[in-house]
Antibody, heavy 120, light 107 residues
Framework: QVQLQESGPGLVKPSETLSLTCAVSGYSISNGYYWGWIRQPPGKGLEWIGSIYHSGSTYYNPSLKSRVTISVDTSKNQFSLKLSSVTAADTAVYYC?????????????WGQGTLVTVSS | EIVLTQSPGTLSLSPGERATLSCRAS???????LAWYQQKPGQAPRLLIYGASSRATGIPDRFSGSGSGTDFTLTISRLEPEDFAVYYC????????FGPGTKVDIK
């Protein structure tokens, strides 16, 4: 059974960089699939942030592209998100998920999500 | 960027009734890249339908998806108590977007 678990600080100061990691178990990232980050502000809808392949190939949401970096560490079977210059608008539950076999697509396995609050 | 619009915003129905949810895209979407999710409060979204009409593993057959091009539909044939939730459609073209969601609540 594929399982994903997000981890990282729950509180980030404005203008700083948000950093999260997603640990994957039950499946080796090196075997394929795209892996993605999605966020959901409190009481609002879902927003795709970006997706990465085990080779490092990435797709980013154009509206966030200038601030987002997604990376993968196959040796640790995990992938990470960095979002720079955060503001209160970046406060959200951040989910990691598995999405797409050879190309980015739907997300079939999700982490439980982690709330990140941007506040001084 | 492809914008997805979902209607209605809220659907108030009783258990046993049929639910029909719409997802309309601002430009044509390949059916291979259209998915539907269910989300309950405090939980991560759950994949229901992928490829516009294929049920994900473990999804009951009362859930069905259809459509092509710019118009897609999720149908729940007979609502069970556990089906009252928010439903999102998602597309992946050159990038991915989600619709704003349809809340199905108890009438």
């Amino acid at each position: 059974q594929v399982q994903l678990q997000e981890s990282g600080p729950g509180l980030v100061k404005p203008s700083e960089t948000l950093s999260l990691t997603c640990a994957v178990s039950g499946y080796s990232i090196s075997n394929g699939y795209y892996w993605g980050w999605i966020r959901q502000p409190p009481g609002k809808g879902l927003e795709w942030i970006g997706s990465i392949y085990h080779s490092g190939s990435t797709y980013y949401n154009p509206s966030l592209k200038s601030r987002v970096t997604i990376s993968v560490d196959t040796s640790k079977n995990q992938f990470s998100l960095k979002l720079s210059s955060v503001t209160a608008a970046d406060t959200a539950v951040y989910y990691c998920a598995r999405g797409g076999w050879l190309v980015p697509n739907y997300f079939d396995y999700w982490g439980q999500g982690t709330l990140v609050t941007v506040s001084s | 960027e492809i914008v997805l619009t979902q209607s209605p915003g809220t659907l108030s129905l009783s258990p046993g009734e049929r639910a029909t949810l719409s997802c309309r895209a601002s430009q044509s979407v390949s059916s291979s890249y259209l998915a539907w999710y269910q989300q309950k409060p405090g939980q991560a979204p759950r994949l229901l339908i992928y490829g516009a009409s294929s049920r994900a593993t473990g999804i009951p057959d009362r859930f069905s998806g259809s459509g092509s091009g710019t118009d897609f539909t999720l149908t729940i044939s007979r609502l069970e108590p556990e089906d009252f939730a928010v439903y999102y459609c998602q597309q992946f073209g050159s990038s991915s977007t989600f619709g704003p969601g349809t809340k199905v609540d108890i009438k």
